[in-house]
């Protein structure tokens, strides 16, 4: 005669719980679920960094223009001034 092997309660559940075949069909589907939800976290996260980006980037509607109109003369005051001293140093240089 074949022998009998006796299991354990828990050994027996176990053998149970791991032939259900909806037991691995409802692990995937929680993995899936929980993947879902990371690639929407993903996706909102992308949308408001290009969102931001784009803010931030000058373009033709988000110029500003500033109002203080004593910028450009600084500008051209300082650009000028420098030249007008390097040019009577060597003026100032030919005649001597």
């Not at 929980?34 to 373009?59: G, S, V, W, Y």
């Not at 033709?60 to 600084?74: D, H, L």
Request: aromatic letters at 4%.
């Amino acid at each position: 005669m074949a022998e009998i092997h006796k299991l354990s309660v828990g050994k027996a559940l176990d053998k149970l719980r791991g032939n259900v075949p909806g037991s691995k069909n409802a692990q995937r589907d929680k993995k899936i679920d929980a993947l879902e939800e990371d690639i929407q976290r993903m996706r909102a996260t992308r949308l408001r960094l290009e969102r931001d980006q784009q803010a931030a980037e000058p373009n033709e509607r988000n110029i500003q223009v500033p109002n203080n109109k004593k910028g450009p003369r600084w500008l051209i005051l300082a650009i000028l001034v420098p030249l007008l001293l390097v040019s009577i140093i060597f003026y100032a240089a030919l005649v001597h």
